[in-house]
């Protein structure tokens, strides 16, 4: 077991008039990562549509017959479930990780201290994600991030060593021993509640009357869904499940420790074995779970004590390795010519990441919740939605960044963070700066 980490730095030269910490200038942002950040934003997208803003979450367990049925509906959920679902947002987490990383080692290069303006930049995006979840969508993630992202101070003078040690604990060891409890209180005999009928008519009636609310037309009716499923989602212990992102910004920090994103042609070898490694394990494990989800009839599934610890087990195997190959893949893609012409576009959507993420809930609200197509079985169409909303935020994000330095959101939060006004344009930076 890990020994547990210290928040205690040790002594270091300080400079005796250290540099303020400021956002990041675009001569100093690292292409690779706006990159990544983008395509990993494409994916949450089309994952959040998928089972989230379709209301395809509530039409379960009925969903399951449709699932078996030979329809292009049917493949485009699968095939979403497999390459898309958790990979996504495991890959968004390596990224807030990393990102991370980058701030620590500029923030030490300049002498200055990171914990201050690390704390407020998180309690800025705290307060975003709870207006986020509350008032808008309860399928928030920012929130959790910036819960989560306080314990990295905890692990930014840890050695590289240990970083991976507590990042395989949280995002294997503990998931898959939570997972292992409901077969432990079978085996030892312990009551687990009401039996599997009863339990399956208490999630359809849950899911009936979740599905109203959302569908009710009424904005107090949705922020009361809205409460609802944060209640379920934080308020239970299911909950401790989301210390894997924590795990997964170790993993980030440990590359940003490494500057494998800054220097990718000195770790190719490194990059290859996670993209071949990450595929081989992530693909089975991923086509395992789902088989059992789909061939698995519900009411069974829900009586077998096995299930929860199969169903751990082949999302912690499937989601990070396959985050980690795409992830090794596109940077090793962006260091050949051709590609990074082609890849290059995601780039401004990476650096407006914040504005384009709080922005893609509000055109889903207005798809989704506002057009009738909560709560249909269309995830066909739902692929095609994803992917014009997102053509539609690279060549805006593009023409603002050709103007401004920041998009909209990430101008409030970089201002809040460091308590002044940043200047929007290149113009007022020079002429603040002189």
């Not at 080692?105 to 300049?110: L, Q, S, W, Y």
């Not at 609802?228 to 308020?235: A, F, H, K, Q, V």
């Not at 989301?242 to 997964?248: D, N, P, R, T, V």
């Not at 940077?331 to 650096?351: I, N, S």
Request: glycine share 8%; charged share 15%.
């Amino acid at each position: 077991m890990p020994s547990a980490p210290s928040i205690d730095e040790p002594s270091s030269p300080q400079r005796s008039d250290p540099a303020p910490l400021e956002p990041v200038g675009v001569s100093e942002r690292i292409v690779t990562l706006d990159v990544l950040r983008g395509i990993a934003l494409l994916g949450v997208l089309i994952a959040n549509i998928w089972l989230w803003f379709s209301g395809a979450l509530f039409m379960f367990p009925g969903l399951q017959e449709e699932l078996r049925r030979p329809t292009v509906d049917s493949a485009v959920f699968l095939l979403i479930s497999i390459f898309v679902s958790g990979k996504a947002l495991s890959t968004f987490s390596i990224l807030f990780g990393l990102g991370f990383a980058v701030q620590m080692m500029r923030a030490e290069m300049r002498g200055s201290r990171i914990v201050p303006v690390y704390c407020r930049r998180l309690a800025v995006l705290l307060a975003l994600g709870i207006v986020h979840a509350v008032l808008l969508w309860y399928g928030d993630i920012l929130a959790t991030y910036a819960m989560l992202g306080f314990a990295l101070l905890l692990f930014r003078r840890r050695r590289e060593r240990t970083l991976l040690v507590w990042a395989a604990v949280l995002m294997f060891v503990l998931p898959i021993a939570l997972g292992t409890v409901p077969l432990i209180m079978h085996v030892a005999g312990v009551d687990t509640g009401p039996p599997p009928a009863e339990k399956l008519a208490e999630w359809t009636e849950e899911n009936g009357t979740n599905l109203a609310l959302f569908t009710s037309g009424s904005y107090q009716k949705i922020v009361q869904g809205n409460l609802r499923m944060l209640r379920e989602m934080y308020g239970s212990p299911k909950a401790l499940g989301m210390l894997m992102f924590l795990g997964l910004f170790l993993l980030g920090l440990y590359a940003g420790r490494r500057r494998i994103f800054e220097h990718p042609a000195a770790h190719r070898a490194l990059l290859r074995r996670l993209a071949i490694w990450g595929f081989t394990i992530g693909i089975p494990a991923t086509l395992a779970g789902i088989g059992l989800r789909v061939m698995m009839d519900i009411e069974q599934a829900v009586a077998t004590p096995w299930f929860p610890l199969a169903m751990t087990v082949t999302t912690a195997l499937g989601a990070a390795p396959f985050a980690l190959a795409y992830i090794a893949t596109a940077t090793l893609l962006l260091e050949h010519a051709r590609w990074k012409a082609r890849l290059r576009h995601f780039a401004p959507v990476g650096r407006m990441a914040l504005t384009n993420y709080l922005s893609q809930t509000i055109i889903c609200l207005a798809i989704y919740y506002g057009g009738g197509l909560l709560g249909h079985f269309r995830p066909a169409l739902n692929l095609v939605i994803a992917l014009l909303i997102f053509i539609v935020q690279m060549r805006v994000s593009a023409w603002w960044l050709s103007r401004y330095r920041f998009g909209p959101a990430e101008w409030l939060w970089r201002s809040l963070t460091y308590r002044h006004v940043q200047p929007m344009t290149a113009t007022d930076a020079a002429v603040r700066s002189s």
